[in-house]
Each structure stands twice: as structure tokens, then as C-alpha cells.
């Protein structure tokens, strides 16, 4: 306020202030409003002047063009300042192709711009992507391959290169005609192992071999082994203790849960030279053949059945080569080498032998018979003692 008048009527009983005009009028005469002025005014009536706002302290100084006040903390006072601008330099932005909506300088609206043709976005029924992509599994699609070897070798190491997944990208891109995909050193995936969620996995320990390794390990648990050279026949499978990383030890098997069935005239092979086998044949009537190499310096050409404590036992396998398939059957004292019965054919006749004792035949009806012909009976016997 700048100015005031205070007006006094008797006639309605009222006081008039104008802080418009310095002058206070008493019955319609007029006096100038003198003294000194406070609150947010400084200096004397009849002209003082702003120093505060609502308290604040305002600045003496003078303004610049296009000054504002402003709040200056360390003044403690409302202060002269030029307005703060922003630091953006975008005036305008262009839609560009496969956009619509046209340029936008303050406020508007892009848009996709679907279309059939060059420089518009494809949906999902056009007929450009049935052209230029190939399905592959999981629902994925490939549509340009031509970059992707080079940002997966920047990408993948050899160390990288784990997941087993690889190997189906690798299959998809041949899919769609691109070249083989490299992965590592020399464009050749290189895998440390294969890891499975509960632990176990599938190494390459060894050149030639495959292991799958149990989990947890310890004395009772297995590796299974595949190795693929150790034959020129096939591939040798084993086990691997996996606490000692000893290979097929004593007392270890790779157990069959279900029919182990070897197909229509294939051999089931014993040793690694192939000198004893087991067929099933359809040649003739269906047929079980047991075989064995005969009439050789290394193998003796017989069968032996012994007892299951005897097995490996130097005397329960004969140390004769035999020139024609022999069967023999062997007591269970392993210290009698010749303790056994032998059948065989010598091509001329059928030979029943015995080694230790005497060769018994024994029947239950009490009757021996050669083609139906009795050959002893008990009368038989108790005569011949008696002589």
C-alpha cells in the first residue's frame, strides 16, 4: 500500500479508507496523512515505499529485460533473475518408414503402417512371411541367418558353448539354407559336458569315450562308459566306480531291467575275438544255436558247466583243443581237474566219456534202454554181481 485516506461521514456513521489517495478527509475537509511507514512498507506517508512481500525482504536492484523475481536463499531475499530455459534441442519429430502420423513439432499421434508392400510392416497373415522364414521346433522362427554365425561367434568361447540347444540352431539354419553354424575356436562347438538338473551329466574324459556320470558319486555309484575304440568290431560298454575311477572292477554289472532281445539271426558275441556265440536262426526251424571255435591251437572248443563259485578257475577249462564241439560237465571240488563227463562227436560215432570214477547210468524206473530195447534191468544187475 502507498497511500491511504480515511473519510468520516456523520451523517451515516461511517469511515472511509482509500489506500489510493494519501488524504484523510474530517467533515469534508481535507488533511494529508503524515509520519512514518511500517510492515512491508519503508519511508514516510504521504509516499512510502514496497521493501517486503507478505514479510520477505525484496531487492533494490533494478531489473533486466525479461527479468522475474526469484527466491534467493542465500540473500534471504526475493531478487531480479532471468527466467530458466530448457536444454532440449528436438523442435520436431518425422515419422519414418513403415510410420504414419506426418510430422509432430508440439503434440500428435504415430502410427504402425501395416501394409503388402515394401517399406510397410508385415501382419500376421501376410504372405511375405510364409516366404522368407522356416519353422523350427518350439514354435521359434528363423528368418535370416545370414548374421547370426558371426554375432555368436563374438558372443560364444568354447567355455560358452554348454547348451546341448546349440546343436538345434545349428540344424535350423542348415534348414533354411544358410551355412554351417560355427560356435568357438575354428567355427567347431566344443563342449565341456553336458549337466543335467539333479546332478548328473555326460562327459568326453577321454578321446573315443563317452561317460554319463551318476550323481551323487561315491563307492556305490557307476559311471557307464561307451567306448568307441577299443574294437574294430563295435562299441565296448563298461562301468567306472566312481569313487575309485577304477573300470570294470570285480563284482560289477551293467544291469538289464527289461528283455535284452537280440534280433532274428544276430549273434549274441562272447570275447573280443568273437570265438563263442549265441543265435537265435530262422534258417531251417527256428533254432537256439550255442557256438564255438573249434580245432584251434587258442581255444578249446568245449562248453563247461560248473559251479558258480568255479567260474575263472584254470581247472574248469579243459586244455585240450578239441577238433569237434565238446560239452562238459564238471563236479563242484575244484581241485580235481579231471572230475567230469564229457559228450561229444567224433564224426564217426557219439562218445559219452568220463574223466574221474566210473561212467554210471542210473534210471528211476529202474530200466536202461537203447532204442527201446531194455539193456539192464535190476535182474540184470543182481546176476551179474553174483558172478
Same mark, same amino acid.
Given at each position: 500500500?502507498?497511500?491511504?485516506?480515511?473519510?468520516?461521514?456523520?451523517?451515516?456513521?461511517?469511515?472511509?479508507?482509500?489506500?489510493?489517495?494519501?488524504?484523510?478527509?474530517?467533515?469534508?475537509?481535507?488533511?494529508?496523512?503524515?509520519? @512514518?511507514?511500517?510492515?512491508?512498507?519503508?519511508?514516510?506517508?504521504?509516499?512510502?515505499?514496497?521493501?517486503?512481500?507478505?514479510?520477505?525482504?525484496?531487492?533494490?536492484?533494478?531489473?533486466?529485460?525479461?527479468?522475474?523475481?526469484?527466491?534467493?536463499?542465500?540473500?534471504?531475499?526475493?531478487?531480479?533473475?532471468?527466467?530458466?530455459?530448457?536444454?532440449?534441442?528436438?523442435?520436431?519429430?518425422?515419422?519414418?518408414?513403415?510410420?504414419?502420423?506426418?510430422?509432430?513439432?508440439?503434440?500428435?499421434?504415430?502410427?504402425?503402417?501395416?501394409?503388402?508392400?515394401?517399406?510397410?510392416?508385415?501382419?500376421?497373415?501376410?504372405?511375405?512371411?510364409?516366404?522368407?522364414?522356416?519353422?523350427?521346433?518350439?514354435?521359434?522362427?528363423?528368418?535370416?541367418?545370414?548374421?547370426?554365425?558371426?554375432?555368436?561367434?563374438?558372443?560364444?568361447?568354447?567355455?560358452?558353448?554348454?547348451?546341448?540347444?546349440?546343436?538345434?540352431?545349428?540344424?535350423?539354419?542348415?534348414?533354411?539354407?544358410?551355412?554351417?553354424?560355427?560356435?568357438?575356436?575354428?567355427?567347431?562347438?566344443?563342449?565341456?559336458?553336458?549337466?543335467?538338473?539333479?546332478? *548328473?551329466?555326460?562327459?568326453? @574324459?577321454?578321446?573315443?569315450?563317452?561317460?554319463?556320470?551318476?550323481?551323487?558319486?561315491?563307492?556305490?555309484?557307476?559311471?557307464?562308459?561307451?567306448?568307441?575304440?577299443?574294437?574294430?568290431?563295435?562299441?565296448?560298454?563298461?562301468?567306472?566306480?566312481?569313487?575309485?575311477?577304477?573300470?570294470?572292477?570285480?563284482?560289477?554289472?551293467?544291469?538289464?531291467?527289461?528283455?535284452? !532281445?537280440?534280433?532274428?539271426?544276430?549273434?549274441?558275441?562272447?570275447?573280443?575275438?568273437?570265438?563263442? !556265440?549265441?543265435?537265435?536262426?530262422?534258417?531251417?526251424?527256428?533254432?537256439? !544255436?550255442?557256438?564255438?571255435?573249434?580245432?584251434?591251437?587258442?581255444?578249446?572248443?568245449?562248453?563247461?558247466?560248473?559251479?558258480?563259485?568255479?567260474?575263472?578257475?584254470?581247472?574248469?577249462?579243459?586244455?585240450?583243443?578239441?577238433?569237434?564241439?565238446?560239452?562238459?560237465?564238471?563236479?563242484?571240488?575244484?581241485? *580235481?581237474?579231471?572230475?567230469?563227463?564229457?559228450?561229444?562227436?567224433?564224426?564217426?560215432?557219439?562218445?559219452?566219456?568220463?574223466?574221474?570214477?566210473?561212467?554210471?547210468?542210473?534210471?528211476?524206473?529202474?530200466?536202461?534202454?537203447?532204442?527201446?530195447?531194455?539193456?539192464?534191468? *535190476?535182474?540184470?544187475?543182481?546176476?551179474?554181481?553174483?558172478?
Amino acid at each position: 500500500m502507498s497511500a491511504f485516506s480515511v473519510t468520516v461521514s456523520p451523517v451515516v456513521n461511517s469511515i472511509t479508507v482509500d489506500d489510493s489517495n494519501p488524504i484523510v478527509r474530517v467533515d469534508g475537509t481535507t488533511t494529508t496523512a503524515t509520519g @512514518a511507514a511500517s510492515g512491508d512498507l519503508t519511508g514516510s506517508y504521504p509516499a512510502p515505499t514496497v521493501a517486503k512481500v507478505r514479510g520477505l525482504s525484496w531487492t533494490t536492484a533494478a531489473p533486466a529485460n525479461n527479468d522475474v523475481p526469484k527466491w534467493d536463499a542465500t540473500a534471504s531475499s526475493i531478487v531480479w533473475a532471468a527466467q530458466s530455459s530448457g536444454t532440449g534441442t528436438v523442435t520436431s519429430i518425422t515419422a519414418g518408414t513403415g510410420l504414419t502420423g506426418g510430422t509432430v513439432t508440439t503434440v500428435g499421434t504415430f502410427a504402425v503402417d501395416f501394409g503388402s508392400t515394401a517399406g510397410t510392416a508385415c501382419q500376421g497373415n501376410d504372405a511375405r512371411l510364409s516366404d522368407a522364414r522356416t519353422p523350427v521346433p518350439h514354435g521359434h522362427w528363423i528368418s535370416d541367418v545370414s548374421g547370426l554365425q558371426a554375432a555368436l561367434d563374438a558372443k560364444l568361447d568354447d567355455s560358452q558353448a554348454t547348451a546341448t540347444g546349440l546343436s538345434v540352431l545349428g540344424a535350423a539354419s542348415a534348414a533354411a539354407g544358410a551355412t554351417a553354424l560355427g560356435l568357438g575356436t575354428g567355427d567347431t562347438p566344443t563342449f565341456t559336458g553336458v549337466a543335467f538338473p539333479n546332478g *548328473e551329466s555326460i562327459t568326453n @574324459a577321454v578321446n573315443g569315450r563317452i561317460d554319463f556320470n551318476p550323481s551323487p558319486t561315491g563307492s556305490t555309484a557307476w559311471r557307464l562308459y561307451a567306448d568307441m575304440t577299443s574294437f574294430n568290431v563295435g562299441v565296448r560298454l563298461g562301468v567306472i566306480n566312481s569313487d575309485t575311477n577304477i573300470a570294470n572292477p570285480t563284482g560289477s554289472y551293467i544291469v538289464f531291467d527289461t528283455t535284452a !532281445q537280440i534280433a532274428t539271426d544276430k549273434s549274441l558275441s562272447f570275447h573280443s575275438n568273437d570265438w563263442m !556265440q549265441l543265435r537265435g536262426t530262422s534258417t531251417g526251424l527256428d533254432t537256439a !544255436q550255442l557256438s564255438v571255435l573249434v580245432n584251434n591251437g587258442s581255444s578249446s572248443g568245449a562248453f563247461a558247466l560248473v559251479d558258480l563259485g568255479s567260474l575263472g578257475t584254470v581247472n574248469r577249462s579243459p586244455t585240450t583243443a578239441h577238433v569237434d564241439p565238446t560239452f562238459y560237465v564238471y563236479s563242484a571240488d575244484t581241485n *580235481e581237474a579231471m572230475d567230469f563227463v564229457r559228450v561229444s562227436h567224433n564224426r564217426t560215432d557219439g562218445v559219452i566219456e568220463a574223466g574221474n570214477g566210473d561212467l554210471r547210468l542210473v534210471s528211476q524206473s529202474g530200466v536202461i534202454r537203447g532204442n527201446g530195447v531194455a539193456l539192464a534191468d *535190476e535182474d540184470f544187475v543182481l546176476a551179474m554181481a553174483v558172478l
